[in-house]
Every structure is written in C-alpha cells, then in structure tokens.
C-alpha cells in the first residue's frame, strides 16, 4: 500500500489537532463558569454547560470525530476495499489500481478530518464570541457566515473526491 502521499494531510491534521486543543484550554479561561453552547434561531441562548463539562465535550468531539474518521479509513485501507460502493467499482478497485485507489480514499479522509477540526474550531469561536456578551447570544451573520464557509468547504471536498470516480481515467 502507498503512502507517500499521506505524511502532508497527515501533518496538517497534527498541527491543526494541537492548535485546536491549545486553543480550546487557553480561552477556557476566559470562559465564564457556566457558559451558553445552544442558540436558538433567534440568537437567544437556551442550553448552558459548566466551562469544565463544554471543554471536555467540545474536546472530545473536535478530536474523536476526525480520529473516528480516520480508524474507519484504515479499517476499510486493511480490508482491501471490501464492501466500498464507488462508481465503476470493477475499474477502480481492480488489483493494479486498488493501492492508489485507497491511498487517495485514504488521503482524502484525512482532509476531511481536517476539516472537521476546523468545524469544531469556528465553532467554539461563536461560543466564546456568543459567551462574551451578556446576556448570552449569537448574532446571525455569525451564524450564516460560519455554515456558508462550512457548507461550502465540504462542497469542494466532496467534489474532488467524487470526480475521479465518475469516470474511467
């Protein structure tokens, strides 16, 4: 199995875990002891955490979400491709194109994952933002501007990692 071409996605996922969870501990301090982390549509908040449960669960989750992601994707790496559906399945996962078939599902994952860090990242921004007003909110540019610059990343992930299997190189 190749896997030259993981150490770059790899590395980038590292950096962006260590500079997530640096983050996540250095504001906590700044942190009120009971903080807002749910937002209705208004704005308004209407879900409270202590600052001691929201680092561990904002944690927990910006970092075993994207490692979830990536166990599966070594997982599926050792099975061989085992069970994938990809279009044009016969082409792609034949014995000469299968190690770089998922060696690219496999760098691919790791983007997402990186992606993933970035999500939980912004989003303990606008809860760190939201906690600083009082009482407690959320504007909804924030919101908007948060979800367009999300949707719109995994929009592109999810082309490139798609074009190549809708068609026979």
Not at 5 to 14: A, I
Not at 147 to 153: D, H, K, L, T
Request: a positive charge; hydrophobic letters at 55%.
């Amino acid at each position: 199995m190749k896997r030259e071409n993981l150490p770059l996605p790899m590395g980038v996922l590292l950096l962006l875990m260590v500079v997530f969870v640096a983050d996540v501990l250095l504001t906590a301090n700044h942190l009120p002891a009971r903080l807002a982390t749910h937002f209705g549509l208004d704005g308004e908040a209407n879900g409270w955490m202590t600052r001691a449960r929201h680092v561990r669960f904002i944690i927990g989750f910006g970092l075993g979400v994207p490692l979830f992601l990536l166990l599966v994707s070594e997982v599926v790496t050792r099975l061989g491709g085992a069970g994938l559906n990809i279009p044009h399945r016969d082409y792609w996962l034949t014995p000469e194109r299968r190690g770089q078939t998922l060696a690219f599902m496999q760098r691919e994952m790791i983007w997402l994952a990186c992606l993933l860090v970035v999500f939980f990242e912004m989003t303990e921004h606008l809860i760190v933002n939201a906690n600083l007003q009082s009482p407690a909110s959320l504007a909804s540019r924030q919101l908007w501007l948060f979800i367009a610059i999300f949707v719109g990343a995994m929009g592109v992930w999810l082309v490139n990692f798609i074009r190549p299997f809708l068609r026979k190189a």
